[in-house]
């Protein structure tokens, strides 16, 4: 595959995420690598994230492994040990059913970007600051109890 054109993959920045949930991604703006350049077995993304931008709410995945690779800026990886400084070729992995919630926050004047490697969507993923769980076979958002939001 030759060098991949970021500039012919136009940014989005969409959400599945709840109206009560989503403000935090608002700032959050991506590309799907994967399915522009043909790969099938995993998502890549390519992702900048504004400044007081969010990658996600604070989430873990029963069945998904998950790898961030910095590449400019800085943003802050808030996870169950607390808040760690994330700067250029900084690299940090979530291992699938960790149990241990995770996001990227740019608290930076600057943009920040990274890549960010994992499977398209699948299983159950869970959302610990809020009443909040995916369903990837449903694929839909549920509340912890299983009701619809």
Not at 72 to 80: F, H, N, P, R, T
Request: glycine share 10%.
């Amino acid at each position: 595959m030759p060098k991949i054109d970021l500039d012919a993959i136009p940014p989005v920045n969409a959400t599945g995420y709840p109206a009560e949930y989503a403000d935090v991604v608002q700032r959050r703006w991506y590309r799907r690598l994967g399915p522009a350049t043909g790969l099938s077995e995993f998502g890549i993304s390519h992702v900048t994230l504004k400044p007081g931008g969010w990658s996600a709410q604070r989430h873990w995945h029963e069945e998904e492994d998950e790898f961030v690779v910095m590449l400019s800026g800085e943003a802050v990886l808030v996870d169950d040990s607390g808040r760690t400084p994330m700067r250029p070729g900084d690299c940090a992995s979530f291992p699938k059913a960790d149990g241990n919630g995770h996001c990227l926050i740019n608290e930076s004047d600057e943009d920040c970007m990274f890549i960010a490697v994992g499977r398209p969507a699948g299983g159950r993923a869970h959302y610990p600051d809020i009443d909040m769980e995916w369903d990837g076979a449903a694929k839909r958002y549920t509340r912890r109890d299983g009701s619809a939001l």
